[in-house]
Nanobody, 128 residues
């Protein structure tokens, strides 16, 4: 069982930065593929970024590449999302998620249903 708690959301101006954190309980954090997803009003939840067990593998939504950076510190049971050059279209509730499933390719991890544990989300609002 893993419990996830996001923090770091808030209000930012376009072009600004925010850093999200996801604190995980439990001793097995390092065995999970971790992901950040977001959901804007009236839209489906979408993949933002994922990171492999040891942090060496990372994938991003095309629209955030070069602006967002995902990282994890397994010693602290924490995952991060550094968001720079924020745009109004980044406004959403951001969720962290943990997947205990193993796949040969990365594509399944883009799907929310492949994640076993979710945080409650943190609101990010970017003003123009």
């Amino acid at each position: 069982q893993v419990q996830l708690v996001e923090s770091g959301g808030g209000l930012a101006q376009a072009g600004g930065s925010l850093r999200l954190s996801c604190a995980a309980s439990g001793r097995t954090f390092s065995t999970y593929v971790m992901g950040w997803f977001r959901q804007a009003p009236g839209k489906e939840r979408e993949f933002v970024a994922i990171i492999g067990w040891n942090g060496g593998t990372k994938y991003y939504l095309d629209s955030v590449k070069g602006r967002f950076t995902i990282s994890r510190d397994n010693a602290k049971n924490t995952m991060y999302l550094q968001m720079n050059s924020l745009k109004p279209e980044d406004t959403a509730v951001y969720y962290c998620a943990a997947s205990g499933r193993t796949y040969a390719s990365v594509s399944p991890y883009y799907r929310a249903q492949e994640y076993d544990y979710w945080g409650h989300g943190t609101q990010v609002t970017v003003s123009s």
